[in-house]
């Protein structure tokens, strides 16, 4: 009896590890405290469980850490020492998760996973319909008057709106980014009921138009024709099946907020910001510029990451435009910062880690990881995404959660 009762104790405690899961719906104090208590709960299962988990080479932690240890390094020669170690204590996850993946281990059984996972997915879910919720209530407030071909303003406002959301507030890109990561993994991971993945599958749909955030969903269209060459063999079936697929996100995308902002691309008529004319496409293009024009500057091990910001603003100073005055804005290229930040030697050794990744996942056949690396690395091309605290937990938990689940259990998605 004591040892039934010890038993349900453990899986009380247990349940603690998918708090984590629940990132969607957490304000940033919230997601960290849950990251300390994913700790806390591992570091105690660790102590009490009786299962013998196959031992992993601490060559996983050093791989999945890399980032968090080129942050430490670049203390060395950093000129701006306090940012840096703000930086440094925001990428604490990218140590935490690999510690206790690879050597804690929480998870030893498949249907934890899973249900990690669907936690993740439903939580996603409600964050989708509390912001639906949101915006239908404060419609009145986001539409502008459209007298004067507004359109383009009410987006930005229905945009914003996503970010003053109680609690689960969070830019766009982000929320674009949490959306996409429950899309990918419901495909993979359906629930028992059709009606329920149905309904999963439209109301990500309509998050991911509702945030329109361009990069993150090229990345999934991408990721997505990948899937139906993956399943189909025959390259003329796949093809068509591509064409099909492509026509129908076309058809949404023109009753959808996108339409508004592609149009933009090609409406602009600045190409660099002036004044108070200034969207999002002049906007990157003097980022860009910039970004690109202080490579030679930072050589072979960059600016440090408490530098490459203060940087890119003094190169913002030469566009006579309020733009740059009102925020700060960085490279929106992961591979961008890597190369300001760390250098030709740290961009070397980032895309080497990257390759790693994607190399755990092929040789395990495991397509699920695999295509979500792909919608990361295309989605690093337009984004920063690692620069604030939900990109860095979003990526480093799943992908610690899936090469742990591929080098412990060896599973596979055909």
Known sequence: ??????????????????????????????????????????????????????????????????????????????????????????????IIFPVVFFFLKPFYRNSQFIRFIQVYILSCFAMVVFSIIYVLVNVSNIVVNNTNNNNYQSVVKLRESLDLVPIIGEHTIYYSLLVGVGLLLLYYNRFKSIILNILLYVFFVLGLLLASSKGVIL????????????????????SLVTVVFLVGISLLGYFSPLKVR??????????????????????????????????????????????????????????DTVAFQKKSYNTHNQYLD?????????????LFVYFQYLKIALKANNRFYLNFLIFFYIAFLTENILARNTGIILFNLFNCLMGYRVLILKETYE
């Open 1 to 94: 009896m004591m040892l039934n009762k010890t038993q349900i104790k453990l899986q009380h405690i247990n349940s603690l590890l998918y708090l984590v899961a629940m990132l969607p719906l957490f304000s940033l104090k919230m997601v960290s405290i849950s990251i300390i208590i994913f700790l806390v709960t591992a570091l105690f299962n660790f102590f009490h469980r009786k299962e013998k988990l196959e031992s992993i080479n601490y060559k996983y932690i050093l791989l999945f850490a890399a980032p968090f240890f080129l942050n430490i390094l670049a203390l060395l020669y950093t000129n701006n020492y306090q940012i840096s170690l703000k930086i440094l204590e925001k990428n604490l996850a990218i």
């Open 219 to 238: 990345a999934l269209i991408l990721v997505s024709i990948c899937v139906i060459f993956q399943k189909n063999k025959n390259v003329k079936r796949s």
């Open 262 to 319: 592609i149009e933009s691309f090609f409406k602009n008529k600045h190409f660099y910001p002036t004044g108070i004319h200034y969207n999002s496409v002049n906007i990157r293009n003097a980022i860009y510029s910039c970004s690109f024009s202080l490579i030679d500057d930072a050589g072979l091990f960059g600016f440090s990451p408490g530098d490459t910001q203060v940087k890119l603003n003094e190169c913002y100073k030469q566009f």
């Open 338 to 350: 890597y190369l300001l930040s760390f250098g030709f030697v740290g961009l070397f050794i980032m």
